[in-house]
C-alpha cells in the first residue's frame, strides 16, 4: 500500500510560543521546536481517532516511533507568536509514514521537516490494521 501524493489538506494546529519555550535570546530554543512538531503529529492521530494510549494499552499494541528526522530551521520564532503547525501525510508503505511538517507564522514559513515514523508492535516494525492505515491514506481504502 503505497501513496507518495500528500494530501490536499493539511492537519492544522495553533501553538503560542511561551516564555518556557525560549532560550535567552526570547527566540524559540531549537529543541522546542521538535516539541511543537510532536504536539502536533498526536494531534493529527487524535483528529483521525487514533488514540495513542489506546493502541499502546490495546491486546496487539501499536506504537508510533520517529525513526528519522530532517529538520531545517529558516526564520526564528519569538516570544508570545501564535505559530501554525501544518502535518500532510506524504507517504506511506508497510510499517512506515513519512510525515511533512511545517511551522508557519503570518503567512511565513518558519520550520519544515520530513518525519520518518515506523509503526512498532511487539518490538518489532508491523503494518498498522488496514482500518487505521487507510485514516493515513484515503485513496488507499
Not at 521546536?33 to 510532536?38: P, T, V
Not at 519569538?78 to 508503505?93: G, H, Y
Not at 511565513?108 to 518525519?115: F, I, K, N, R
Amino acid at each position: 500500500m503505497t501513496d507518495e501524493t500528500p494530501k490536499a489538506d493539511p492537519h492544522r494546529i495553533t501553538i503560542r510560543v511561551y516564555y518556557e519555550d525560549t532560550d535567552f535570546s526570547a527566540r524559540v530554543y531549537h529543541a522546542s521546536y521538535l516539541r511543537f512538531l510532536e504536539r502536533a503529529r498526536t494531534e493529527l492521530l487524535r483528529d483521525l481517532g487514533i488514540h495513542q494510549g489506546e493502541l499502546h494499552g490495546a491486546d496487539q499494541a501499536y506504537v508510533f516511533v520517529v525513526r528519522r528526522m530532517e529538520v531545517e530551521w529558516l526564520k526564528p520564532a519569538v516570544m508570545d507568536d501564535l505559530l501554525d503547525v501544518e502535518t500532510v501525510c506524504a507517504s506511506q508503505r508497510g510499517p512506515l509514514l513519512t510525515l511533512d511538517q511545517k511551522i508557519v507564522r503570518d503567512g511565513v514559513v518558519l520550520l519544515t521537516a520530513s518525519v520518518l515514523v515506523v509503526t512498532i508492535k511487539d518490538g518489532k516494525p508491523a503494518r498498522l490494521p488496514p482500518d487505521i492505515a487507510k485514516l493515513f491514506n484515503p485513496a488507499s481504502a
